[in-house]
């Protein structure tokens, strides 16, 4: 595939030199440009970047305003991308492609390259073949740099895919920060609750860089994936049994790059694939359920929307008819009050309720006309032990 690149950050930067060297992609243009790599097309301004010829595929990054406004500018044209996650500070730009997604067949896969590691690979087959015993919970623990990094809004939706990858999708969020209010900059804790009253715990704090653990706890022992976060350095899987004896493997580094675009080419060929734009949407959820429990000091239940044209068309008729009921509610008291105050003609707005009432349900078979979208069936998985 033939890559653009957007945005010229670290992160950026990676993704270029791992395109650049990897033997069945290339680079042909970057926006606004690497001086790594000189001889790369520099497009003048987004609108020349997508009208490169020859791109097939975008990583779509930058700052996280362009970002969003980029994201859903390659969703419109129809590009493959793997998009920097987050993509903004909450769910709404992976909403608004969602659609585009659907017009125009574009891919879009979050950078979320941790699920695919392949110590996490290892420790959920150990789980689905209870080899720990019955579940019991699951931690999750990272120092966040540089500094700046939003803990709740921009580290969290990282860290809390890997998690939901394992548990399943997570039922209720419980958060607590230093100091305290909806944006913690020194730690924050979110307990997590998923299917069957599985717990899980992300623990981010602020700090030098440091590895990150992943620790699964069972009823007769527990297994811990020790890793650094760029997984340029080797990983540790290390297993203890209930009496205490330990068990260390050692993984080598991981290309998440190169695994990432495994994913993105499937995914264009139209075999199941994760990360999906729904795991992405799904993450950036729980960070803004994470905020809403911080600011409230309580406990947030999840409820998700259906990412659909069906699932639109139900949210704006929703909102149409409450709108509707409420002007009938107005429209009503005044035609009955207006002839008593000496306004006769206010009687006639009365007659305008049922026609409304019937082109409302007119709109509704509206529906029937709305594109059906064959679901790609989900990308086996192992489940945790029962508990």
Same mark, same amino acid.
């Given at each position: 595939?033939?890559? &653009?690149?957007?945005?010229?950050?670290?992160?950026?930067?990676?993704?270029?030199?791992?395109?650049?060297?990897?033997?069945?992609?290339?680079?042909?243009?970057?926006?606004?440009?690497?001086?790594?790599?000189?001889?790369?097309?520099?497009?003048?301004?987004?609108?020349?970047?997508?009208?490169?010829?020859?791109?097939?595929?975008?990583?779509?990054?930058?700052?996280?305003?362009?970002?969003?406004?980029?994201?859903?500018?390659?969703?419109?044209?129809?590009?493959?991308?793997?998009? &920097?996650?987050?993509?903004?500070?909450?769910? =709404?730009?992976?909403?608004?492609?969602?659609?585009?997604?659907?017009?125009?067949?574009?891919?879009?896969?979050?950078?979320?390259?941790?699920?695919?590691?392949?110590?996490?690979?290892?420790?959920?087959?150990?789980?689905?073949?209870?080899?720990?015993?019955?579940?019991?919970?699951?931690?999750?623990?990272?120092?966040?740099?540089?500094?700046?990094?939003?803990?709740?809004?921009?580290?969290?939706?990282?860290?809390?895919?890997?998690?939901?990858?394992?548990?399943? =999708?997570?039922?209720?969020?419980?958060?607590?920060?230093?100091?305290?209010?909806?944006?913690?900059?020194?730690? &924050?804790?979110?307990?997590?609750?998923?299917?069957?009253?599985?717990?899980?715990?992300?623990?981010?704090?602020?700090?030098?860089?440091?590895?990150?653990?992943?620790?699964?706890?069972?009823?007769?022992?527990?297994?811990?994936?020790?890793?650094?976060?760029?997984?340029?350095?080797?990983?540790?899987?290390?297993?203890?049994?209930?009496?205490?004896?330990?068990?260390?493997?050692?993984?080598?580094?991981?290309?998440?790059?190169?695994?990432?675009?495994?994913?993105?080419?499937?995914?264009?060929?139209? $075999?199941?694939?994760?990360?999906?734009?729904?795991?992405?949407?799904?993450?950036?959820?729980?960070?803004?359920?994470?905020?809403?429990?911080?600011?409230?000091?309580?406990?947030?239940?999840?409820?998700?929307?259906?990412?659909?044209?069906?699932?639109?068309?139900?949210?704006?008729?929703?909102?149409?008819?409450?709108?509707?009921?409420?002007?009938?509610?107005?429209?009503?008291?005044?035609?009955?009050?207006?002839?008593?105050?000496?306004?006769?003609?206010?009687?006639?707005?009365?007659?305008?309720?049922?026609?409304?009432?019937?082109?409302?349900?007119?709109?509704?078979?509206?529906?029937?006309?709305? $594109?059906?979208?064959?679901?790609?069936?989900?990308?086996?998985?192992?489940?945790?032990?029962?508990?």
């Amino acid at each position: 595939m033939n890559f &653009l690149i957007l945005g010229d950050g670290a992160e950026e930067l990676a993704w270029a030199r791992a395109i650049a060297a990897h033997p069945r992609h290339s680079l042909l243009a970057a926006f606004p440009g690497f001086d790594e790599f000189p001889d790369v097309p520099e497009p003048s301004d987004l609108d020349d970047a997508l009208a490169v010829i020859g791109v097939e595929a975008a990583v779509v990054g930058g700052g996280l305003d362009f970002r969003a406004e980029a994201l859903r500018r390659v969703a419109a044209v129809g590009l493959a991308a793997v998009c &920097l996650h987050p993509p903004g500070l909450d769910s =709404e730009p992976y909403y608004m492609v969602a659609l585009s997604r659907e017009e125009t067949g574009a891919v879009i896969v979050p950078d979320l390259a941790a699920r695919l590691h392949p110590g996490v690979v290892a420790l959920r087959q150990a789980l689905g073949r209870g080899e720990l015993g019955a579940f019991r919970t699951l931690r999750h623990e990272s120092p966040v740099g540089p500094e700046g990094v939003s803990l709740a809004r921009q580290a969290f939706p990282r860290v809390v895919d890997l998690v939901r990858a394992i548990v399943g =999708e997570v039922e209720a969020v419980t958060a607590t920060g230093a100091p305290p209010g909806p944006d913690p900059t020194e730690e &924050l804790v979110v307990h997590l609750r998923g299917p069957q009253s599985r717990r899980a715990e992300v623990r981010l704090r602020s700090g030098p860089p440091g590895p990150s653990r992943l620790i699964a706890q069972g009823a007769t022992g527990s297994l811990t994936l020790e890793y650094d976060p760029s997984f340029r350095l080797p990983a540790r899987l290390i297993g203890t049994s209930a009496d205490g004896t330990e068990t260390a493997n050692t993984l080598q580094p991981w290309d998440s790059h190169a695994a990432l675009l495994d994913v993105l080419v499937a995914a264009v060929a139209g $075999r199941p694939a994760s990360p999906t734009l729904l795991d992405g949407t799904r993450a950036t959820e729980l960070a803004e359920a994470a905020v809403r429990s911080l600011r409230r000091g309580r406990t947030v239940e999840m409820h998700y929307e259906e990412i659909s044209e069906a699932g639109t068309f139900k949210s704006v008729m929703t909102s149409f008819g409450c709108v509707l009921l409420l002007g009938i509610l107005g429209v009503l008291p005044a035609a009955l009050i207006g002839p008593a105050l000496g306004m006769p003609w206010t009687i006639y707005l009365a007659y305008l309720i049922p026609p409304v009432l019937v082109a409302f349900v007119v709109l509704q078979s509206l529906r029937l006309g709305i $594109r059906k979208v064959e679901e790609q069936p989900d990308e086996p998985s192992e489940s945790v032990a029962e508990s």
